[in-house]
């Protein structure tokens, strides 16, 4: 591993050996015979790269006494200032985590609207990123959460997660931005995201090269340039694994450059530049980098410090007379000082200091804002967007249709939706023909080339969506089941339940993710087919789980999940029940019980589900016992606790309706009126909901009997095996005459 002294010696002594030409060229001249760099130019940018060495060195110099607390470097990938400098500074960018230069650049001489001391904004660039490095709330995108190169005013996303996982995010803003009327960017920006070259194999980069691919074959506008950065022995050449891996991609143009020859990546990167926003399609910019200040255990450098890009440009302005080599160990010098003295500066800054602080922008909730615009819609939906409305539906309304199933009531929710919210995105796997079990179903009819299929990889989805969310969309996934969300989990984890907390709420990614789920004991598949786990949802700090049980929640529930979406960016998983889309009956055949209305929008207002909030089932006296279920648990209690009725005994029947947050206010209220409570649990019994009901039930100081019924800790099997696994009436029935026995 190179050491900060060595890698510096190292320069110096490069730089010395170096001579001026008999000529010198103007600084208005190109900087070498056949490039377009300017001398002018590449002064500014080295400048940048200088800045950049020097953060890393204090970076280190901080954390030798426990005051920097991130050390990853970008030396070696100084290059990528280039690429900044020929974007514009509205083109919004994803930048990872050795995309300094990028930074530097991007805040000194691509600022919009221009102005100001290049010099100065560059020493204030430099202050932001050591803001970073010791966690200072003052740093500009994530408030001292995280180091991440990230300001809003620079039109630069924050990357949230590693291996790639941005790159769908930004698939997707690219192919939001000409569809969303965001002022923030014009209708020629341009998207642009670096990533590493080891992380092509990881899933977020797989499907984002598949998915910028498959909407420019359908001829879908992606203007997204993609820049991979390749540490290589000896560099990265055009003939590398990773470039065979990229330059096959279809429907994505392919381009190579020396990221350590500053003036070959300023005109790959212009070419590149140039035919995206031309074109509206996708391109990759391929740059062989070198990493020069590893991590304890990286393969040492060896020859390949001889590529440092740093030694590159000073050598490209010696060798055009633009400076001495005098002259460059002095600009390095200075601008070591100054950085040194911002990072001393930095260290007196406040920190995070109480949880309040740190979580304040994970995920608002402003219930009162969401009410208000779901009132509102309904305003709508009887006023000026009445006749819309109207033509949407074909001069049917689905309040005039009768009694619907959980599957139609979604379906007339979505059309609703998008014959109010021009910006309302609906898509995933087959969307167009109605998605695996037809809910979807004629809203390509309603929602025009707003309804969409995309390819069936979760990764893609949800980065489509969090992308569009991002660019001023809303929204509105499908994933065929809980098995292919597993897919896409980090997507959730990592990238939409985060990106409000480390941007500090300056970004924020609208989403509604529809989700056939829980498993059915009489249904077709097995463990992928049937999957009951949703411990994964619940573990994401800020996420909004719901599970409709019925069609009576389905749409007030759905109505408020797009509402919070809408008002609050809230990221929302929305569970359907897959085994009840089609139910009708509730106790015995014929009854039509479990079908409902469809609310006109003068009930919408009334009818609203308030996220976190039960709702609440009594039968017979409802003092003997309350039982506690939510999805496909709720019709089983409420048959049993029929049952238990018929017997003289009164049960209250909660369904949750929300996963997480848990209604935890409504739970312990309903507990303590009977003092005996039974958790009926789809999900598995570790891990499962259960659980969380149960700490619940402590936390609030429950005195009473509980117990669980739930899933075994096994995978769904095929066939009748499954009813061995998953919950049932009887067993309910058990659990329930075992706790009326206390």
């Not at 690429?83 to 985590?97: K, Q």
Request: with cysteine; net charge negative.
């Amino acid at each position: 591993m190179t050491t900060p002294q060595n890698l510096d010696e190292r320069f110096r002594d490069a730089v010395s050996a170096l001579r001026p030409p008999e000529h010198p060229r103007a600084p208005g001249d190109p900087v070498r015979d056949g490039v377009t760099l300017t001398g002018a130019r590449a002064l500014e940018l080295f400048d940048a790269q200088l800045t950049t060495r020097h953060l890393d060195l204090a970076a280190r110099w901080l954390r030798s006494f426990n005051e920097g607390f991130h050390t990853v470097a970008s030396a070696g990938h100084e290059g990528n200032a280039a690429v900044a400098a020929v974007l514009r500074g509205d083109d919004p960018a994803l930048p990872h985590d050795r995309a300094a230069a990028f930074y530097c650049v991007r805040a000194a001489y691509r600022a919009e609207p221009s102005g100001g001391d290049p010099a100065r904004r560059l020493e204030e660039a430099a202050r932001d990123v050591l803001r970073g490095v010791v966690a200072s709330v003052r740093d500009p995108i994530s408030g001292g959460r995280d180091r991440v190169f990230g300001n809003a005013g620079l039109h630069l996303v924050p990357v949230v997660s590693a291996a790639a996982g941005h790159l769908p995010r930004a698939v997707g803003l690219a192919y939001g931005l000409g569809r969303a009327p965001d002022p923030r960017w014009p209708s020629d920006a341009i998207v642009a995201a670096t990533f590493a070259a080891d992380d092509t194999a990881q899933p977020g980069a797989a499907a984002a090269l598949h998915a910028a691919g498959w909407h420019d074959r359908a001829g879908q506008p992606v203007p997204l340039l993609l820049v991979c950065e390749e540490d290589a022995p000896g560099g990265a050449a055009a003939d590398s694994w990773a470039a065979a891996v990229l330059r096959g991609r279809p429907g994505l143009r392919y381009a190579y450059a020396d990221g350590c020859d500053l003036a070959a990546v300023h005109d790959a990167a212009t070419a590149a530049v140039e035919y995206v926003r031309r074109e509206r399609r996708p391109a990759v910019l391929h740059l062989g980098t070198v990493r020069l200040l590893g991590h304890p255990g990286d393969p040492d450098p060896g020859a390949d410090l001889d590529r440092d890009p740093l030694v590159g440009a000073a050598r490209l302005l010696v060798e055009a007379g633009l400076l001495g080599p005098d002259e460059v160990i002095t600009r390095y010098d200075e601008v070591g000082w100054q950085v040194r003295k911002a990072a001393e500066e930095v260290l007196g800054e406040p920190k995070l200091a109480t949880v309040g602080e740190i979580v304040a922008a994970l995920a608002p909730r402003r219930p009162l804002r969401v009410a208000h615009a779901i009132a509102e819609a309904a305003s709508r939906a009887t006023g000026p967007g009445a006749a819309g409305r109207a033509r949407v539906f074909g001069g049917r309304l689905p309040e005039q249709a009768g009694p619907m199933t959980l599957a139609q009531t979604v379906n007339a929710t979505l059309t609703d939706a998008l014959a109010a919210r021009p910006g309302l995105l609906v898509f995933g796997p087959a969307t167009t023909r109605g998605g695996r079990h037809g809910v979807t179903a004629g809203l390509r009819e309603r929602g025009g080339d707003r309804v969409f299929d995309t390819p069936a990889d979760a990764t893609g989805v949800i980065g489509l969506a969090l992308g569009a969310g991002l660019a001023g969309l809303l929204p509105v996934a499908e994933l065929p089941g809980l098995a292919g969300l597993h897919g896409g989990e980090d997507q959730l984890r990592a990238e939409a339940a985060t990106m409000s907390f480390l941007s500090s709420g300056r970004y924020r990614n609208p989403l509604v993710l529809r989700v056939p789920a829980l498993a059915d004991a009489y249904g077709l598949g097995g463990h992928l087919a049937n999957d009951n786990s949703v411990a994964v949802l619940r573990d994401v700090p800020g996420l909004v789980v719901a599970a409709p049980a019925r069609a009576e929640d389905a749409a007030p529930m759905l109505r408020t999940c797009l509402a919070a979406a809408e008002v609050d960016g809230s990221v929302c998983v929305f569970l359907e029940p897959a085994s009840l889309y089609q139910t009708r009956d509730l106790y015995q055949q014929g009854d039509n019980e479990w079908l409902a209305p469809y609310p006109s929008p003068d009930r919408w207002a009334g009818q609203h589900a308030p996220i976190g909030r039960a709702r609440i089932y009594t039968l017979g006296t409802a003092q003997d016992l309350t039982i506690v279920t939510y999805g496909g648990g709720v019709r089983m209690s409420l048959r049993v606790a029929a049952r238990l009725a018929a017997d003289g005994y009164g049960t209250r029947v909660v369904d949750l309706r929300w996963l997480s947050p848990l209604p935890v206010a409504d739970l312990v209220r309903e507990a303590a009126a009977t003092g005996r409570v039974l958790i009926v649990d789809e999900t598995r019994r570790s891990g499962g909901v259960g659980e969380g009901v149960l700490a619940a039930l402590v936390d609030g100081a429950f005195v009473g009997s509980a117990r669980r019924v739930a899933a075994a800790d096994a995978p769904v099997p095929l066939g009748p095996a499954a009813q061995h696994v998953l919950v049932g009436e009887d067993a309910i029935t058990q659990g329930a005459h075992a706790l009326l026995a206390r």
